[in-house]
T-cell receptor, first 114, second 109 residues
Framework: IAGITQAPTSQILAAGRRMTLRCTQD?????MYWYRQDLGLGLRLIHY???????GKGEVPDGYSVSRANTDDFPLTLASAVPSQTSVYFC?????????????FGPGTRLTVL | GQNIDQPTEMTATEGAIVQINCTYQ??????LFWYQQHAGEAPTFLSY??LDGLEEKGRFSSFLSRSKGYSYLLLKELQMKDSASYLC??????????WGAGTKLIIKP
């Protein structure tokens, strides 16, 4: 059982380029999340999805978009990357969003925007 | 606003006990989580408290006081592998997790 996988592991990207970070889970969890983690700051929620076909905005959604076509996949897209989006990105999932379920995290993607 | 406070860094000795504190102010409360994160890795779940009191799980215990907006994580018989960051997170009224910045724990021999 893989749990949650993310790709790529790391990426260096030129400003203005489009980039999609991939996230796949095999736990059949309903809820999925994208966070960014920056030094000295807590994890900040970018977007979330309570179930396939629905998405919502988190604390820092600007410049990012997501889709949830099926239960397993939850890609995060940066339409036109900027240096302030340099961060470590974590995808997470939980059984549901409407209760305080434990969130399980993928290994992360380290993104550098130059 | 919503706020989670925890110390930035703590140092302890192998074999000793350390207590990591977390105070919170959030819009609603549906429980408090502690996660462990080793450098360069993903956070992993340690504990969940929703009622006041102490939850014990092996060498790790977590305490909650809802009236004081306060929790602590207690680590006993410290081992070198416990060197990591410890993240406090509160589930708010919308069941979103609000995260503290984490406490980096350094264990010395």
């Amino acid at each position: 059982i893989a749990g949650i996988t993310q790709a790529p592991t790391s990426q260096i990207l030129a400003a203005g380029r489009r980039m999609t970070l991939r996230c796949t889970q095999d736990m059949r969890h309903n809820a999925m999340y994208w966070y960014r983690q920056d030094l000295g700051l807590g994890l900040r929620l970018i977007h979330y999805s309570n179930t396939a076909g629905t998405t919502g905005k988190g604390e820092v959604p600007d410049g990012y978009s997501v889709s949830r076509a099926n239960t397993d996949d939850f890609p995060l897209t940066l339409a036109s990357a900027v240096p302030s989006q340099t961060s470590v990105y974590f995808c997470a999932s939980s059984e549901s969003q409407g209760s305080p379920d434990t969130q399980y995290f993928g290994p992360g993607t380290r993104l550098t925007v130059l | 606003g919503q706020n989670i406070d925890q110390p930035t860094e703590m140092t302890a000795t192998e074999g000793a006990i350390v207590q990591i504190n977390c105070t919170y102010q959030t819009s609603g409360f549906n429980g408090l989580f502690w996660y462990q994160q080793h450098a360069g890795e993903a956070p992993t779940f340690l504990s969940y408290n929703v009622l006041d009191g102490l939850e014990e799980k092996g060498r790790f215990s977590s305490f909650l006081s809802r009236s004081k907006g306060y929790s602590y994580l207690l680590l006993k018989e410290l081992q070198m592998k416990d060197s990591a960051s410890y993240l406090c997170a509160v589930s708010d009224s919308n069941y979103q997790l609000i995260w503290g910045a984490g406490t980096k724990l350094i264990i010395k021999p």
